[in-house]
Each structure stands twice: as C-alpha cells, then as structure tokens.
C-alpha cells in the first residue's frame, strides 16, 4: 500500500512540474527586489475585452497582443512614480522586444496626446506605444486602482500577474522573469 501512494505521489509530482502551474510558480522564485511585489496568479484569467484608443487613433484590444508575452503599464502623466518607471519599461522593450514579446503602455484618464507625446520626447522614449484610455473604461474592467498598474498577459491574453506601484522592470529578476515566460 505504501508503495502505491508512494508511486501516485510520484506521478502526481511528475504531472503537476508539467502544468502551467508550475511553470508561474518557477517564476515565482525569480523575484528579487522590486520584483517581490509582483503577484504571481495561481490562476490565470482573461484580460479584459474593452477596446482603448491605439497610437493612431483607432481602437484596439488587448487581444490584438496575442502570440506575445505582454507586459501592459497603466500610466498616467501626472503620476510621479509612472513617469520614474517609463524609461526602465522603454530599456525592457529594447532588451526583449520581439514577436514574441511587448511591453504595452496604456495612459489612462486625462492625459491629452501632446502631453503624452511631449513627455515622451522628453525621456527620449521612442519605443514604446502613444496608447490611451481616457474614459478609464479599461482600466477599471481591469480593475486597476491607483497608478502605475503593470499586468502580464501569457500568449493566450490571459493575465498571469500583476504588480500595483512602481518597479525596476529593466532590473535583473524582471529581465529574468520574463525570458523564462518567452521561453515556455
């Protein structure tokens, strides 16, 4: 009998370090520093559907990011601690931006396009998306509550983590977390 648990104990492991589940938990360790105020979700769920206004004007969807890891920023212009994190997002969008990856940035509320286009050129950011969502209605079916919001977002679009407030997101453990969602 202690034989037969011990082999559904094995076999159980063995499936369980094949899951998904497993693999957020293998990011899990990575975090370090900044990194530990990312929640890692136990389940996955999906990303909101609600369209916001692209770089060009149009509507998109976070669906339309499918395929990639995402890293989606919830931003503000008169958020300090937004501002403070924008070029280490831009550094990350530099080191890892593919096909397979994008960091998305979001700005939400009354944040008129000059402004945001201004504060880009100020920081000499060129590479990340003029995306906004000034009527919030995104931001808040995603239920972000206060600024800056980051989310991860698998190639399915569904949301594996999130991290409220600012971060180092070009540090290490970020860089690492990341290659190892690319990889999997």
């Not at 979700?41 to 339309?64: K, M, N, R």
């Amino acid at each position: 009998m202690r034989r037969v648990k011990s082999a559904l104990l094995y076999t159980a492991l063995c499936l369980l370090a094949n899951s998904s589940l497993a693999e957020m938990a293998d990011i899990s360790v990575l975090r370090e520093g900044d990194m530990r105020k990312l929640v890692v979700h136990g389940t996955p769920y999906a990303a909101s559907e609600i369209a916001f206004i692209s770089q060009d004007g149009g509507d998109i969807t976070l669906a339309d990011y499918h395929g990639q890891i995402t890293v989606v920023n919830f931003w503000a212009t008169w958020c300090a601690p937004c501002r403070a994190e924008m070029p280490q997002l831009s550094d990350l969008q530099t080191q890892l931006g593919s096909d397979d990856f994008s960091v998305v940035t979001i700005a939400t509320g009354r944040n008129p396009r000059p402004a945001i286009k201004a504060f880009f050129a100020e920081i000499a950011v060129t590479n990340l998306p003029l995306h906004a969502d000034p009527q919030q209605s995104l931001t808040r079916d995603m239920g972000v509550l206060g600024l800056p919001v980051t989310v991860i977002l698998d190639r399915e679009g569904m949301e594996i983590a999130r991290l409220q407030g600012d971060a180092n997101w070009n540090s290490e453990s970020a860089v690492a977390i990341l290659r190892a969602l690319i990889k999997q």
